[in-house]
């Protein structure tokens, strides 16, 4: 997405900004980066809607299995562990871009891919063995908005990890100028955006699950 | 083989309507026409780079302009068919089905298809150029906005010949709308289409909002923002806050609907309430995204032709932001008869009651602004005159519905109609076509036949009234929307009369503005000055129409109606022109592939539409092809080199 920012002189600009951070310094930079946290609240609330659609019908199972009969405990945890870690290593990506070590970068980049495909592997065989003992989404208006809540975050990471393969290749090729820089800064938003929607599955559907 | 042929044809095109053969032909006539005329013209190419592949605000704003009046057209005749079968008691014109679907995609299209193009239209027209700007902040992105809408709009019109048109209100609640009680696709082609456009209203909303905050010119703080800008800041608030409402609720009945899940459905413990509450946590704030940017156009209208500065500008802005904030605590008014207990009744009723404060703060800064001011009657202050009376009544007729007890009989009633037709146009197609007629010369270089526009205005004005003014007394007589027939002993047979000849002096309205627009291409008059109305903000600052990278020089702006102090300082951007040299301009190179990623959108809510799950997933495969080649695609910028720049300005006669 590029733009024009032209009321700024091309010499005046470089030299403005040469204190800031790389993914600032070309012109689309801080639009790009504000255009997608803008884009996240927009996420956030798409999230909250389903969030409250799932806790008005959390409790209606129509016979079929409830939360507690189903949630596992050792899955969910796994999942949450490797999702934070993931972050983590998503962070250390970011640091390393700061100190110009491409190779460092692109290692924890591939850190964090393998940790989502960790983490959407367990979910996938989580909600396989739902479905073969008979818990489908068709079954009851709680299974419907678990599979839709989780299953609407598990293919936003599913997605950021196709996007951050995108990214790992072009950074492999371009090495860290600003625009690289900027695509590596929005995936992390992006990537800690999903953490934190997963902090929230973790209580409100885990957690509250196996308790009450 | 060809039984099978035959009988999936019988299915998947509508069959046995007279009207719809009649239109069967008129589509395939009309796409013929334009083939071969652009064959004939050897245009094909000129179409492609000029307009399909352009990232320039000015263009995509020209595109969804010329969409939404067709789709005016298109809602308006679907107006006119429930008025004409209405007109008289027991009529056999449009049975009871084919008037569901009418009445279903009459709203759909006016709100969705019509109201939000048309305002996108002047969003791209206007913005960028009151802000000093060279585009808006992501152009790319602004392209694809326009075809997911023009895609969007494309898929669900497509349904009244393909499959069947959604019949359950544009509401779409269900149950009624799941699968066991509406099994034809006609919902899904409504669900994917609102679906796909909604993806790009979402886009403008992010869009526009890091223009304005981003991309104003040297000196333009906030506070010197034209009102219109403003009114563009608070309507993409909403956007932003209220659409992915909007997405979860349609998704979640797909979903119901394809997958056979049960969040709405009556059965396996769903919930249809919860479809209502999303839907109208969107569908309310939706009206304020509506209206607002309608204030915005009165607010700029009302300075020009009053030559004064806007009265309170502060209270202007800040009436905006409270309307948008106070906007997402209204939704339940909707259906106060839902056994909500008192208290939230309550709650909804008083917050829907205080919108009224800050709208009528706005309408006495209008009217202030015209006190003592050289009013011009020009088409834009014109509507802008008749929007004022008439928005006040429909105010007043809000406030009476919002009464939560008093509400219980007017529920669902004519009463109800008549009051969101008289606020939504009198308060936002007036305000569509007043912010038309002001924008036009700076769009195409030439001004809209001033006599032609004042009959299309009274037409249209006179036939609002005379259509909309019965219909209260019709809600009082106790009948409600969306019947298709009555019996003469009902008594309202008189007023329902007199309301269908509203209608067709507002169709004729629309005609006269048809003729007008065509009279006025051959015959009216060129816009040599850039700044027809003696306006105050940057727009008219510049040449009409507007060359592709709007400023050759940024202006520095000092205050307030930037172009009006300029001139008051005997300043110019001739002038700056003058004394400065050109410099190269970077502006963003065009793209085909927002075109190619909506088609496939298309393609993708095809398949879904007929449950043709190989097709929606090639077509969600291209979208996610087509995002990648974006991604990796380093070379989407040109420098327009400073020679080019001085020798437009100079044809211009800038320089």
């Known amino acids: ?212 | 083989m060809f039984e099978h042929i035959r009988s999936f044809a019988s299915h998947f095109f509508v069959t046995g309507e007279p009207m719809i053969y009649a239109s069967d032909v008129a589509i395939v006539l009309f796409l013929v026409g334009i083939i071969f005329t652009l064959t004939y013209l050897k245009k094909w190419k000129w179409l492609w780079r000029e307009w399909i592949t352009t990232v320039d605000h000015k263009k995509i704003g020209i595109m969804y302009l010329i969409s939404a009046l067709l789709m005016m057209f298109r809602g308006g005749v679907d107006a006119l068919l429930m008025r004409t079968q209405l007109a008289l008691p027991n009529q056999t014109f449009l049975d009871a089905e084919h008037y569901n679907q009418i009445f279903t995609t009459h709203g759909t299209i006016m709100i969705l298809f019509m109201a939000m193009p048309f305002l996108f239209a002047l969003f791209n027209i206007a913005v960028p150029l009151q802000l000093g700007a060279r585009d808006v902040a992501f152009p790319f992105l602004n392209s694809v906005s326009f075809w997911l809408f023009f895609f969007g709009a494309l898929l669900f019109n497509l349904s009244f010949v393909i499959g069947g048109s959604p019949d359950a209100g544009w509401t779409s609640y269900p149950p009624l709308t799941e699968l066991g009680f509406d099994k034809g696709p006609g919902e899904n082609f409504y669900l994917l289409g609102i679906q796909i456009s909604g993806i790009g209203s979402m886009a403008t909303g992010i869009n526009f909002l890091v223009t304005i905050l981003k991309m104003r010119a040297p000196g333009m703080t906030l506070m010197r923002l034209p009102l219109f800008c403003w009114s563009v800041v608070a309507s993409c608030i909403i956007i932003i806050f209220a659409f992915p409402a909007l997405t979860v609720a349609l998704a979640l009945l797909l979903i119901d609907r394809v997958a056979d899940a049960h969040f709405f459905t009556m059965l396996h413990g769903g919930n249809p309430m919860m479809f209502i509450n999303l839907f109208w946590i969107w569908g309310h704030p939706e009206v304020y995204i509506v209206v607002l940017p309608a204030y915005g156009i009165y607010s700029e209208v009302v300075s020009t032709f009053s030559g004064k500065k806007i009265f309170g500008y502060k209270t202007m802005v800040i009436s905006l932001m409270i309307i948008s904030v106070v906007s997402y605590f209204v939704w339940a008014h909707h259906y106060f008869t839902m056994g909500a207990s008192a208290g939230v009744n309550s709650f909804f009723a008083v917050a829907s009651m205080l919108i009224g404060i800050p709208t009528g703060v706005k309408v006495f800064n209008w009217l202030f602004t015209m006190f003592r001011g050289r009013i011009q009657l020009k088409l834009p202050m014109l509507w802008t005159l008749a929007f004022i009376p008439c928005f006040a009544m429909g105010g007043a007729t809000g406030i009476m519905l919002a009464v939560a007890p008093a509400d219980y009989q007017y529920h669902n009633s004519y009463f109800l109609i008549a009051h969101f037709h008289q606020t939504l146009i009198g308060g936002v197609a007036f305000g569509l076509l007043a912010g038309m007629y002001y924008w036009w010369p700076k769009m195409f270089g030439f001004s809209l036949n001033e006599r032609l526009g004042r009959w299309a205005f009274w037409f249209f004005n006179i036939g609002f009234y005379v259509c909309f003014m019965p219909q209260y007394f019709l809600g009082f007589m106790g009948m409600t929307r969306r019947v298709y027939t009555y019996s003469g002993d009902t008594g309202w047979t008189s007023f329902n009369f007199i309301s269908s000849i509203g209608a067709y002096l507002m169709g004729i309205g629309f005609l006269f503005i048809v003729v007008q627009v065509l009279y006025s291409i051959k015959y009216g008059e060129r816009d040599l000055t850039g700044d027809p109305w003696n306006g105050r903000t940057l727009e008219w600052a510049i040449a009409s129409p507007a060359p592709h990278y709007n400023f050759a020089h940024i202006p520095e702006v000092t205050e307030r109606d930037a172009w009006w102090d300029m001139k008051a300082r005997g300043e110019s951007l001739i002038k700056v022109n003058q004394r400065m040299a050109f410099k190269p301009i970077h502006m963003p190179k065009n793209s085909g592939l927002p075109f190619i990623m909506a088609v496939f959108f298309f393609i993708s809510g095809f398949g879904f539409v007929f449950n043709w799950y190989w097709m929606a997933a090639l077509g969600l495969l291209g979208v996610g092809i087509c995002m990648i080649v974006r991604s990796n695609n380093r070379d989407s910028e040109y420098y327009i080199p400073a020679e080019d720049v001085e020798k437009t300005e100079a044809a211009l006669g800038r320089v």
């Open chain 1, 1 to 212: 997405m590029s733009t024009l920012n032209h009321y700024k002189e091309p010499e005046k600009q470089s030299h403005s900004t040469t204190s800031e951070l790389l993914e600032y310094q070309r012109h689309d930079g801080p639009l790009n980066i504000l255009g997608f946290w803008i884009f996240l609240a927009t996420d956030l609330l798409l999230f909250a809607c389903l969030f409250a659609t799932y806790l008005v019908i959390r409790t209606h199972v129509d016979g079929g299995p409830t939360d507690k009969d189903l949630f596992e405990i050792p899955g969910f945890t796994i999942e949450t562990i490797l999702l934070l870690a993931s972050s983590f290593t998503g962070s250390l990506a970011v640091y390393e871009m700061r100190h110009n070590d491409k190779k460092r970068l692109l290692g924890w980049l591939v850190v964090t891919v393998l940790l989502g495909l960790g983490f959407i592997g367990i979910e996938v065989s989580e909600f396989l063995s739902y479905i073969r003992e008979g818990a489908t989404m068709q079954r009851s208006a709680f299974l419907s908005a678990f599979f839709t809540l989780v299953g609407t975050h598990g293919s936003h990471v599913s997605l950021g990890i196709i996007w951050m393969i995108s990214i790992i290749r072009q950074v492999a090729k371009y090495g860290i100028e600003p625009i690289n820089a900027r695509k590596v800064f929005i995936i992390g938003l992006y990537w800690h955006f999903l953490d934190i929607v997963w902090i929230f599955i973790f209580t409100v559907v885990y957690m509250t699950g196996v308790v009450s």
